[in-house]
T-cell receptor
Framework: KQEVTQIPAALSVPEGENLVLNCSFT??????LQWFRQDPGKGLTSLLL?????REQTSGRLNASLDKSSGRSTLYIAASQPGDSATYLC??????????FGTGTRLLVSP | DTGVSQDPRHKITKRGQNVTFRCDPI?????LYWYRQTLGQGPEFLTY????????KSRLLSDRFSAERPKGSFSTLEIQRTEQGDSAMYLC?????????????FGDGTRLSIL
């Protein structure tokens, strides 16, 4: 059974810092890995999708990497801003593209 | 592209009542998913449709739960004889089956509170 773990559970940084969120998964037989952002009381916003054959994806200040063999992914956020404050969720696709999620990292960026 | 729409946004009901939620996916998406999220946890998969066919159901989906997607467009999720443990956010997502892996796009969810 696929299990996804995210570390740290919570992170508080001052504005402008670069930061890294970690995600690990137990079964390397994945189709893809997706990073999401969730604001309080809201649904999920897709940030980046990395296919199993890819090593990384970039979008603006976000960069996600994937090491399938070791079961790890990282989300790098450059020059963090208060508007980046949210919960970040990592999810892997296992069969029919259903997603298995981690419990998320709560990020607070202080002005 | 108007995004995934879910209705209602909030539902408060007494234990034992039946509730039904609706999801309208992005129009060209033929895959539709339901997830459930409790406080402090990541979403958990409930069920998946390809067009109108329900292809996978989680063990989380007890016999009190039923989902339909009658014409391959919108979907409904019904919970019968609700229990306190059903209190959660119910999220719907959709995706396309175009070539290559396609991201799932989520709605804002329906928050269910059982009194």
């Amino acid at each position: 059974k696929q299990e996804v773990t995210q570390i740290p559970a919570a992170l508080s940084v001052p504005e402008g810092e670069n930061l890294v969120l970690n995600c690990s998964f137990t079964d390397s037989a994945i189709y893809n890995l997706q990073w999401f952002r969730q604001d309080p009381g809201k649904g999920l916003t897709s940030l980046l999708l990395i296919q199993s054959s890819q090593r990384e994806q970039t979008s603006g200040r976000l960069n996600a990497s994937l090491d399938k063999s070791s079961g790890r992914s990282t989300l790098y956020i450059a020059a963090s801003q208060p508007g980046d404050s949210a919960t970040y969720l990592c999810a892997v696709s296992s069969g029919f593209q259903k997603l298995v999620f981690g419990t998320g990292t709560r990020l607070l960026v202080s002005p | 592209d108007t995004g995934v729409s879910q209705d209602p946004r909030h539902k408060i009901t007494k234990r034992g009542q039946n509730v039904t939620f609706r999801c309208d996916p992005i129009s060209e998406h033929n895959r539709l998913y339901w997830y459930r999220q409790t406080l402090g946890q990541g979403p958990e998969f409930l069920t998946y449709f390809q067009n109108e066919a329900q292809l996978e159901k989680s063990r989380l989906l007890s016999d009190r739960f039923s989902a339909e997607r009658p014409k391959g467009s919108f979907s409904t999720l019904e919970i019968q004889r609700t229990e306190q443990g059903d209190s959660a956010m119910y999220l719907c997502a959709s995706s396309s089956d175009r070539a290559g892996n396609q991201p799932q796009h989520f709605g804002d969810g329906t928050r269910l509170s059982i009194l």
